[in-house]
């Protein structure tokens, strides 16, 4: 079978990823203690540095942005990030134990590195009943257009406790504007109480296969295309970064068609819910 589906460990250090059906998108988890420093090379790609916990000092291009990070876990708030431009030297340094991911994508895009900061990040409420979750949108083209990007688009979403996301099931693997638009996507997932689960569906009748996954803290889902959707186990709240990178940065989904009557129906369970 091939691996859409893994664990992406904990240990000190940059943890990248054994196995991905991906062409464009990488992902590595970062964990470091304090005083801990972590440097490497951004090459011929973009990467997204987003902190889970703790705070660090990122020295990238000849700047320095220094102490960033508030929240102590993914579940505490909003996050920092940090863009990291193509052809970039970076060194991380942690202050006290950081816990952060690093996405990235093909580029040729000259830019500078910047922060994005926590007031920066959109709060977006998607769905509704039991498939609501909340977004935050950390560099998409809809919450910031302003910031430069070449392919990535990254953010996070927040299942509440036996709640689904993702719903109803889309897939993004053609370029047929406005309807769809092609991107490989990830979700790297963290659990709260770690000790809890959830589900991940991840389908496509045309190319024959339906497959469920069983979420666990630290584990990632790699979807090159097919339909997806998760959900989380009753008592627990899960969490995912997501990140996309294709052609474009232009956001367009099609929904599984047996299901898509139900996000028409969001509306009218919004105003029968405030009713």
């Known amino acids: 079978m091939v691996p859409y589906f893994t664990h992406v460990g904990g240990s000190h250090g940059l943890n990248m990823l054994d196995v991905n059906p991906c062409t464009l998108l990488d992902f590595g988890r ?25 705070r660090c000092t990122v020295q990238v291009a ?33 202050h006290g134990t950081l816990d952060a991911g690093l996405c990235s994508a093909p580029s040729d895009l000259v ?35 302003e910031l430069p990007a070449s392919r990535l688009l990254v953010g996070e979403t927040f299942v509440p406790s036996g709640n689904w996301s993702t719903y109803p099931p889309h897939k993004h693997e053609v370029d047929n504007l406005p309807h769809e638009a092609y991107h490989e996507e990830m979700y790297y997932f963290r659990v709260n109480p770690p000790e809890g689960f959830g589900l ?46 294709g052609a474009g940065r232009i956001q367009a989904v099609a929904f599984d068609p047996a299901l898509a009557w139900v996000q028409k129906a969001v509306p009218l369970i919004r105003q029968a819910e405030r009713a």
Request: glycine residues 10%; aromatic residues 14%.
């Open 30 to 54: 970062l964990v470091l203690v304090d005083g801990a420093s972590f440097s490497g090379e951004t090459g011929g790609r973009e990467a997204v540095l987003v902190i889970f916990g703790g």
């Open 62 to 94: 000849g700047k320095t942005f220094a102490g960033i990070g508030a929240r102590p876990n993914p579940f505490a708030g909003k996050p920092y990030a940090v863009y990291l431009p193509a052809g970039s030297v970076y060194t991380m340094t942690a």
């Open 111 to 145: 830019t500078d590195p910047y922060v994005i900061t926590p007031d920066m990040v959109v709060r977006v409420d998607a769905g509704a009943a039991n498939f609501s979750r909340t977004l935050y949108n950390i560099l998409t083209t809809s919450s910031q257009p």
């Open 200 to 245: 991940c569906r991840h389908y496509s009748p045309e190319r024959g296969y339906d497959h469920t996954y069983t979420i666990a803290d630290s584990t990632i889902f790699m979807a090159p295309h097919g339909y997806h959707t998760t959900c989380s186990a009753p008592g627990y709240t899960n969490y995912f970064l997501w990140f996309l990178a």
